[in-house]
């Protein structure tokens, strides 16, 4: 059966039948060399029962590849005067006899393939201005194909990175720790995920790319099974990360019917899109009755989206570090801070800063409202054995009301 045309292909298909009329020839087609084989990617041609898309042949075999090596003419208005081009399989079956080909180059300078017309019969009239026509058409079907070449380049190096992740059970995972404010004791950590270092990508971006070659769900739930084998070496609660299109896998509900629910606290991001909060809902509401908790994370990057917090009702919203860095200095973030605050107690949820770095900063937090802390000023992410060990952290009082919110 004939593979669909992409709608690239489509394009091309329209140059090949441009080249195929003008030189009036039984066929035209592009082919992409890889080195060993010659792949025919498009096809035009009168006679569609001896070239067709699909067919493959050894590079080394082919007119377009004695072309490239020199060996024969770009314009072959005769094959038989050319005892190179006799001896090739192409002049026997299917007997062609009068052939052009150039090459297709990329943006880059790398060769692609060709791009080529043949015919079953001589043509005296071919000449160098069809060569030129020819030139013309391979350069624009090289634009036309250049975006899913690289497309295949990006998917081939993000899989030859991810896969062997996979195979390996996933990401390490690092607990941070998690303070309250009040007292300054460790109450829970946060799952961490952390890639090769030599990629030098952070962790949202790994995930965002192995969705993008449909790794992202897999990926997301070997991240959260390594993160809940931390609870049994762990005091206190583990926030784990999920996204909500994930969440809505069979292997999410499986991962939590093994787990101490109550010590659980699944984190979803204010900036992910929910297709169907009903869905979303149904899945969570048995384990949110068992005790396991729910938190929005990344709350105030961008100030988003007030209604995804309205719906799905949080126990725990997080404050980004984005207006959490510097809340100590900024009368417009402690502002911010101070409203957000009171919005999620008045939402019944509790109230987590990220990204806290300095005392100063844990101080004013704290004299907002702020539940509990996380971020370096507490401890860095660190192996489970260190989290075992950390040293509880006293969180220093403001010693003045950071801001007045007035009222109504």
Not at 72 to 91: N, S, T
Not at 107 to 134: I, P, V
Not at 204 to 220: N, P, R, T
Request: net charge negative; glycine share 8%.
């Amino acid at each position: 059966m004939k593979k669909r045309r992409s709608e690239a292909d489509q394009k091309v298909a329209e140059l090949l039948r441009t080249a195929k009329e003008s030189l009036q020839l039984s066929v035209a087609f592009l082919s992409r060399l890889d080195g060993t084989t010659q792949h025919l990617e498009v096809v035009e041609s009168s006679v569609p029962f001896l070239f067709q898309e699909g067919n493959q042949q050894r590079q080394e075999e082919t007119f377009c590849q004695a072309i490239l090596d020199g060996d024969l003419p770009a314009v072959i208005p005769d094959v038989r005067k050319h005892p190179v081009a006799m001896a090739l399989p192409a002049a026997r079956m299917p007997r062609i006899r009068s052939f052009v080909s150039v090459p297709v180059v990329l943006s880059d300078g790398e060769l692609y393939g060709t791009f080529c017309a043949a015919g079953l019969t001589t043509d005296k009239g071919l000449t160098k201005r069809d060569q030129s026509l020819m030139t013309v058409l391979a350069s624009a079907a090289a634009v036309l194909i250049e975006p899913s070449v690289r497309e295949r380049e990006r998917r081939s190096e993000l899989l030859g990175r991810l896969e062997p992740v996979v195979s390996d059970g996933g990401p390490v995972v690092l607990l941070q720790p998690i303070v309250d404010l009040a007292t300054g004791l460790r109450v829970g950590s946060e799952a961490l995920s952390r890639f090769p270092a030599s990629w030098a990508k952070a962790p949202d971006v790994c995930f965002e790319e192995a969705h993008s070659v449909g790794l992202g769900h897999e990926l997301e739930l070997l991240a959260l099974r390594r993160a809940a084998d931390h609870l049994g070496v762990v005091e206190g609660y583990v926030a784990m990360n999920i996204s909500p299109a994930t969440l809505l896998e069979p292997g999410f509900a499986a991962l939590m019917e093994t787990l101490p629910l109550d010590r659980v606290l699944l984190e979803l991001s204010e900036h992910d899109q929910v297709a169907d909060y009903a869905a979303l809902a149904a899945v969570l509401s048995p384990f949110r009755a068992r005790g396991m908790r729910l938190a929005i994370d990344d709350v105030g990057a961008g100030f988003s989206s007030l209604r995804h917090i309205v719906i799905t009702a949080p126990d725990v919203i997080k404050l980004d570090r984005s207006i959490v860095s510097g809340v100590d200095a900024d009368p417009v973030l402690t502002r911010l801070v101070a409203s957000l605050v009171e919005f999620g107690h008045g939402c019944g949820a509790g109230v987590v800063a990220e990204g806290v770095e300095t005392a100063p900063e844990a101080a004013v937090l704290r004299g907002l409202g702020v539940d509990l802390g996380q971020g370096w000023h507490f401890g860095r992410p660190e192996h489970p054995g260190a989290a075992v060990a950390a040293p509880t952290v006293q969180v220093p009082r403001a010693r003045t009301p950071a801001v007045h919110v007035p009222a109504g």
